[in-house]
């Protein structure tokens, strides 16, 4: 069992950056692919970036491409977001999830989640 903590949201001015964690615990956090997801007020959760086991493969969702990065650190069990270029829609609560099997845009086929972590981004 993998359990996740996001951290890193806050409010940023648009164009600003912030680079969300998500440190999972457990010893079996290479075995996972993981992915970032974000849902905003009265908007369904949507898939932003996925990252594979070792960290060698990433998806984007091609909107995003760009202007998110994602990458992981499976010796200190923890993957990152990078968020450049925000926008005033990019207000949202960001979300990781670990997947067993393969990556996915799919978010019912993730097994894990964190809480979330409240980003904001307003003048």
């Known amino acids: 069992q993998v359990q996740l903590v996001e951290s890193g949201g806050g409010l940023v001015q648009p164009g600003g950056s912030l680079r969300l964690s998500c440190a999972a615990t457990?010893?079996?956090?290479?075995?996972?692919?993981m992915g970032w997801f974000r849902q905003a007020p009265g908007k369904e959760r949507e898939f932003l970036a996925g990252?594979?086991?070792?960290?060698?493969?990433?998806n984007y969702v091609a909107s995003f491409k760009g202007r998110f990065i994602i990458s992981r650190d499976n010796v200190n069990n923890t993957v990152y977001l990078q968020m450049n270029s925000l926008l005033p829609e990019d207000t949202a609560v960001y979300y990781c999830?670990?997947?067993?099997?393969?990556?996915?845009?799919?978010?019912?086929?993730?097994?894990?989640w964190g809480q979330g972590t409240q980003v904001t981004v307003s003048s």
């Open positions: 999830a670990a997947a067993r099997n393969a990556m996915s845009i799919v978010s019912d086929l993730y097994d894990y």
């Open positions: 990252i594979s086991r070792d960290g060698a493969g990433a």
């Open positions: 457990g010893r079996t956090f290479s075995s996972y692919n």
